[in-house]
């Protein structure tokens, strides 16, 4: 397993480089930017296709600078130059330990009085010289994909919102033991709390700019398992404990290497298991036990959904069928990898289930319900 990007390079390549990049964290951007490329591509295409309009937008032009001009600036800046400088600093404990490090209290407050002072000043020139006497209202057309940025910021900050909250929700003896630290960590992460709350920002993002909620869901259907796919390699690669139960396999397929069926995750990141014989560092537990490595599959899964869907979006004509059929094919490979995965269960109805087997079901009753309304007689959406 690879905790952090300097362990990859380590064994790759062979050379020692401290870097403060965990693994996992830059599975994430790269799941962000995968999902980023796919939804831009696809609302291009839509926008030649003539299913998205550009969108009308009045802005002023000239205005003199506001006091909220500066609030992102002053209050980044100085979080950026707090930790930015102490980080220069203490370079070694900022790459050994870099989550505890960001969310400590320790930090370089001229550091940050500076950079906040500069970015503002910044801002401050760039408004001053573009101020007009008096200010121009103009009315200006903006297509979809220009504000594709906008919206990811969007689905960033609801994604890990609603992923965090979830995740404590089903976790909640841990989260009660430890609020803060549970819920500022970097790990715990649901994948359907950060689907839904992302959802629900995104009708509201859609009708706020006027664009056809079932367009961006049937985009969503591909952006969605792009990401989703990119992250959970993110899971298996750093070893961050989402993995299944202990394998039992009698008879291992021989088509695949064996670390494809079972895993004992060695160097994982969350030090989970005993201690490996002659290793030295921060991460140096294997698991006793191979176990089932369920991020792997889900993320091949996933990515295959995604490539699936990718080659249909242009036979599917009907809006939403695609998002439909996404909501199906996700809900079954969940509520069937649940069973090989450690998570809190309840008991309903005589059966055990988990959150995520619940939230599947719904998924699954969702995407048919869907599909039956849209081929329903005389339907129009």
């Known amino acids: 397993m690879y905790p952090t990007l300097s362990h990859f390079l380590q064994d790759i390549f062979g050379v020692n480089i401290p870097l403060p990049v965990q693994m996992f964290g830059l599975f994430l951007v790269l799941a962000l930017l995968g999902s980023l490329a796919v939804v831009t591509a696809e609302f291009k295409r839509k926008e030649k296709e003539g299913k998205l309009f550009p969108i009308p937008k009045t802005i ?10 500066f609030i992102f600036p002053l209050i980044f800046g100085f979080l ?12 070694s404990d900022f790459v050994n330990d870099t989550q505890n490090f960001l969310l400590s209290k320790q930090g370089n407050f001229l550091g940050g009085i500076f950079i906040s002072l500069l970015w503002a000043g910044w801002n401050f020139y760039q ?7 008096p200010p121009r209202i103009k009315n200006i057309e903006v297509l979809p994909h220009k504000i594709v940025p906008e919206m990811f910021l969007i689905i960033l900050i609801f994604s890990l919102l609603g992923a965090k909250i979830f995740h404590h929700l089903e976790n909640l003896g841990e989260f009660l033991n430890n609020p803060v630290d549970s819920f500022f960590s ?6 359907y709390g950060g689907f839904i709350f992302t959802t629900t920002a995104l009708f509201y993002f ?10 961006m869901v049937d985009v969503a259907a591909i952006a969605i398992p792009v990401g989703y796919g990119i992250g959970r390699m993110g899971c298996h690669v750093s070893g961050d404990g989402d993995w299944g139960i202990v394998a039992e396999w009698s008879n291992i397929p021989s088509f695949l290497p064996e670390w494809f069926w079972q895993y004992r995750y060695p160097n994982n990141v969350i030090n989970a298991g005993i201690p490996i014989w002659n290793c030295e560092g921060n991460f140096c537990n294997v698991l006793p036990h191979p176990v089932y490595p ?8 996933s990515l295959l959904t995604a490539g699936i869907l990718f080659l249909l979006r242009r ?8 998002f439909s ?4 094919a996700a809900g079954i490979s969940r509520f069937f990898i649940e069973k090989i995965r450690i998570n809190p269960t309840y008991e309903i109805l005589n059966f055990n289930i988990s959150q995520a087997q619940i939230i599947a079901i719904c998924s699954i009753f969702l995407g048919i319900s869907g599909i039956i309304i849209i081929f329903r007689k005389n339907f129009k959406l």
């Not at 859609?206 to 367009?215: E, L």
């Open 186 to 191: 970097f790990g715990g992460l649901t994948f």
């Open 60 to 69: 002023v032009e000239g205005e003199k600078p506001q006091f909220q001009d």
């Open 206 to 215: 859609a009708r706020k700019n006027k664009i056809p909620f079932v367009q």
């Open 315 to 322: 036979k599917i004509t009907k809006p939403t069928l695609l």
């Open 325 to 328: 059929i996404y909501l199906i």
């Open 127 to 133: 408004k001053k010289k573009q101020q007009l006497s």
């Open 80 to 91: 950026l130059g707090f930790k930015g400088f102490y980080a220069v600093s203490h370079y």
């Open 294 to 301: 369920t991020p792997l599959w889900e993320s091949i899964i």
